[in-house]
């Protein structure tokens, strides 16, 4: 688990293998306390991934082809930034909002504006992905945790904005994007069960048809 507050910056040394597979091999820009070991997961762009390799401070993962698809590491090149946050711990503080690390999809951003020292940032994403945003509601971009300031249905999609804070702009790889990025979107994990519910309930809901006698049937 992970709350979207991130740890370092991280510079992609090398992504190699097929399309199928590949191994994404990536130098922090910082020490971790405590120290990552071998098997440990780590979000990197918000996507869960598992520690294969370590090697002088250099980290490997392994990355499917499932992830290359639906996440944006497929478009990293060497040199590169990503986010990175290892997994919490019990002693961990809840700062953001709770996340697992699965990306829902990706979102464009469309337009970005200076507001005194923060950018107010509008991001485009799939319709499938509107019934999990809401204003005021939690949303992870690139594994950032944030605040949606406003949702707007279009049908070109959902139009999502952002006010992002100097702090974070200088912290996460958000300060460095501009229009026409991709990003990976995680949606709140309340929302999405929510959402399953209701798919569940509208699925298997009783129905009143109950049987109605016919001229054949005694009493």
Aim: net charge negative; with cysteine; charged share 20%.
């Amino acid at each position: 688990m992970f709350t979207g507050i991130v740890q370092m910056q991280g510079t992609v040394t090398g992504l190699t293998g097929t399309m199928r597979e590949r191994v994404l091999v990536l130098r922090p820009q910082g020490e971790w306390s405590p120290l990552v070991r071998l098997g440990d997961s780590i979000a990197v762009n918000g996507v869960c991934l598992t520690v294969s390799r370590l090697d002088l401070g250099v980290l490997e993962f392994d990355v499917s082809n499932e992830t290359l698809t639906r996440t944006n590491l497929g478009q990293k090149k060497p040199g590169s930034q990503v986010n990175l946050e290892a997994s919490m711990s019990a002693e961990s503080l809840f700062g953001g909002h709770l996340m697992v690390g699965h990306v829902d999809g990706l979102a464009t951003l469309m337009s970005v504006k200076e507001v005194m020292r923060s950018r107010w940032m509008e991001f485009r994403a799939a319709p499938s992905l509107a019934p999990f945003l809401a204003e005021k509601g939690s949303l992870a971009l690139d594994g950032v945790s944030l605040t949606i300031n406003q949702v707007r249905d279009e049908k070109d999609g959902v139009w999502v904005s952002i006010n992002v804070i100097p702090h974070t702009l200088q912290m996460t790889t958000l300060g460095r994007l501009i229009s026409g990025d991709d990003v990976n979107v995680e949606v709140d994990l309340v929302a999405r069960y929510l959402e399953r519910a209701r798919q569940v309930d509208q699925t298997y809901a009783p129905t009143n048809n109950h049987d109605t006698p016919t001229g054949n049937d005694t009493l």
